[in-house]
């Protein structure tokens, strides 16, 4: 079974960019989250994506946005970025009766300049 | 806003020892905890789970609990240089924080 599956691995962007990150569930998990890692910080929920529905949202600004489709593949957007958006970008999917059991993809590492 | 706490280390352990992690929570109604595993540079993997007091075994992994001391913990026996990772502690929530929330994590070294 193929794991969680997020593209780009790396990006590089300058101030007031715009970019998008994308990520493949497991098969069968119909929730997606999405966490943004750093080192000071650790892991910060960005939200969570359940039936093309934002069941949840963490303490981010507007400029951080999502959505999923049909196929439970999820989408994060960041506009107008911030030096201090650069992080790990982590996407991790669950199965619904086990939301707390998440699964991992590699991650995008964002570097914002 | 609920918090999870861990020592960050770096905890170092001999070859053959036993690693002791630990964690508090601040939410007296969490009900399950977890303990994942991030090696450097590669994304976190789930390696445990507890959801009542006491103690819980998987191969030289030990869970324990006691929520009347909203505390956490994870025996390594036997350590091992490729246990050396970052254990991070989360415990379940469910609002802006997400279903879990995360320690910002200890990082083990095994030497040899």
């Known amino acids: 079974k193929a794991g969680v599956t997020q593209t780009p691995r790396y990006l590089i962007k300058t101030r007031g960019q715009q970019v998008t990150l994308s990520c493949s569930p497991i098969s069968g998990h119909r929730s997606v989250s999405w966490y943004q890692q750093t080192p000071g910080q650790g892991l910060q929920f960005l939200f969570e994506y359940f039936s093309e529905t934002q069941r949840n949202k963490g303490n981010f600004p507007g400029r951080f946005s999502g959505r999923q489709f049909s196929n439970s593949r999820s989408e994060m957007n960041v506009s107008t970025l911030e030096l201090g958006d650069s992080a790990l970008y982590l996407c991790?999917?669950?199965?619904?009766?086990?939301?707390?059991?998440?699964?991992f993809g590699s991650g995008t590492q964002l570097s914002v300049l | 806003q609920k918090e999870v706490e861990q020592n960050s280390g770096p905890l170092s352990v001999p070859e053959g020892a036993i690693a002791s992690l630990n964690c508090t929570y601040s939410d007296r109604g969490s009900q399950s905890f977890f303990w994942y595993r991030q090696y450097s540079g590669k994304s976190p993997e789930l390696i445990m789970s507890i959801y009542s007091n006491g103690d819980k075994e998987d191969g030289r992994f030990t869970a324990q609990l006691n929520k009347a001391s909203q505390y956490v913990s994870l025996l390594i026996r036997d350590s091992q240089p490729s246990d050396s990772a970052t254990y991070l502690c989360a415990v379940n929530s469910w609002g802006s924080q997400g279903n879990l929330i995360f320690g910002k994590g200890t990082k083990l070294s095994v030497k040899p």
């Open positions: 991790a999917s669950s199965l619904e009766g086990a939301r707390e059991k998440l699964f």
